[in-house]
């Protein structure tokens, strides 16, 4: 099983500007896809970005033109540069990996944006 470590997030004022990564470890299956979900507080878990192996991505509306999802395929490493922040994006911010048909999760990290 992939076991995913997430660094990052925090508190910032709106308009500003954090990073997350997720490094992937654990598998001897090569990861097809890396992607960054977030849920926030009395909502359901929703999809921000997700990157391929390729490096074809693809985002949420709400975050188009100020998230970019990238990644390192020889670290096996996800990154989410967040810019522009807003109070909405306020969520618990999880990495997930698919590999061989199965998916895992990381523990979640907080990113809290003040207004």
């Known amino acids: 099983q992939v076991q995913l470590v997430e660094s990052g997030g925090g508190l910032v004022q709106a308009g500003g500007s954090l990073s997350l990564s997720c490094a992937a470890s654990?598998?001897?299956?090569?990861?097809?896809?890396m992607g960054w979900y977030r849920q926030a507080p009395g909502k359901q878990r929703e999809l921000v970005a997700i990157i391929t192996g390729g490096g074809s991505t693809n985002y949420a509306d709400s975050v188009k033109g100020r998230f970019t999802i990238s990644r390192d395929n020889r670290k096996n490493t996800v990154y989410l540069q967040m810019n522009s922040l807003k109070p909405e994006d306020t969520a618990v911010y999880y990495c997930?990996?698919?590999?061989?048909?199965?998916?895992?999760w990381g523990q979640g990290t907080q990113v809290t944006v003040t207004s």
């Open positions: 654990g598998t001897k299956f090569s990861i097809t896809a």
């Open positions: 997930r990996a698919w590999y061989n048909g199965y998916d895992s």
